[in-house]
């Protein structure tokens, strides 16, 4: 049996986590099973995120060829061990392992893919439907967020942005090789908030400078959400003659915005690339896997949504794949007699968020050449950061690294890459820290492949830095630039 305790920094401080109270009554669980305990790996997290997609102790399968079993993972929150039964909790997942028909669970797809799970799908309708998530809740969605806003709009940093953006283009002034339109991109564009701070500082810079950029601009907006760019557009309203707002799919940027290839001279991103889909893979004995998953929904809420509906259990799988297919206002029409208003499809839709889980397995990666990132990108690109690690789980980030690569396409070879989020820029971090998936609000938060998305860009001839984001204290946030290497 091999012990991971991941969260080394709890182990010690004003209040560290006794892991001896937690792993006992697990591990005399465990014995009491039939489990072959010599092919027993028990992972330790502390999932930080208050809601997510595991129980408190979640069984793994480590699977081999042909689907047979090769060993188990016993994964433990020890954030939520307190108060916790925990020699039940780990009787009760063993027994639904062993028999899963007693788990009495609502699955809402076959095994998959991480990236192709539905809770992606899920992640999709927030953003489609944000505006009646948020008249239900009674809050927008950056409420959602640590601290209740966004990094994006701090002034100090738009500044300091601009200032350098300025100084590029007074160089090529100075060569007569500045281009009339000056192109500026943002991806992800909130409520407006961060454009308005940087087109206010923008205008006001540039005529403390004296130079017509504020007139030669043409700032960009793009999301994927209409109802977002709706209130984008509001926000900036002062700078209409400077902007136009396009929706578009993160993940494939240059669909959308082909026609600024090679001229933008800033692209700006804040908090996108967490927010895309991505699988996870695992360097587990020397061999590598992904992590397949299940979503489902357990019996305690599929009994609260059968409640919701005045329905047996047995019609909510059937009913969330319609919320999904055709969102809370179809879903209201179509189950009239059901959800008799959209209010009510939308509090359907957040009860089963709430209760969305995930089951996981290990599957066996046969060939990093013949696993596909993106469709740029091979899991070749994963061997530096796997290749004499140990073992180790960590996002692949698929949705990001596909975004990444096609908007370093829009780049004028002067231009950055801007963006802040949460990176994980050294892969040493798997080995201490739960990377995610977490919920925020009707959305998914992973922290970023930050080691793969620098090795990537550098591979195709761009200078990839990441530093600390310094204009607020205590923020995970870290920001990547990107330029061609001079």
Known sequence: MLVDVRPTRRLRGSSPVDVSAALGPIVEALGQDTVDLSRLRVVCDWVQYKHNFRDVIDIRPIMGNASSEMGLEAAVDLRRCA?????????????????PGSADRTYLEPWTAGKDSCIWEFNSLYW?????????????????LPGGSSDGRNQDAARELILELFDTWDELARLSSLPEQLYVVELGVGNGGQAKTWLDEFRELALIRGVDYYQRLHYIMGDYSPHVLKLAQDAVA???????????????????????????FLVYISNVYDNLPTDEVASISGRTYRVEVRAYVPREGTLALAEMLSSSPDQVGA???????????????ALLGQLPDVPSAVRFWQEAWSWLRLEERYVPLEG??????????????????????GDLRMQVS??????????????????RLHCHDLFVTDARRYDSHFCGPGKYDGSIVNWVNGALVQYIGNRRGFEVNYSPFRHREGTNITTLTAHVRE
Do not use: M
């Open 319 to 333: 009913v969330v794949g319609k919320l999904l297919r055709l969102g809370p206002e179809l879903l209201a029409e």
């Open 398 to 415: 698929n949705g990001a690294v596909a975004s990444f690569v096609e908007t370093l396409r829009l780049l004028h070879p002067y231009g």
């Open 128 to 144: 489609q439907a944000l505006g009646r998530w948020e008249e239900v809740s009674g809050k927008d969605y950056e409420q959602a």
């Open 238 to 264: 002062e700078h209409s003659g400077q902007v136009s707002s396009i929706v578009v799919d993160a993940t494939d940027p240059t669909a959308s915005l082909g026609f600024l290839r090679h001229k933008a």
């Open 83 to 99: 108060g916790t039964d925990l020699s039940a909790a780990t009787a009760t997942a063993l027994r639904e392992f062993h028999h």
């Open 368 to 389: 990093l050449d013949l696993y596909q990132i993106c469709p740029s990108v091979t899991g070749e690109a994963l061997r530096p950061i796997l290749e004499d690690r």
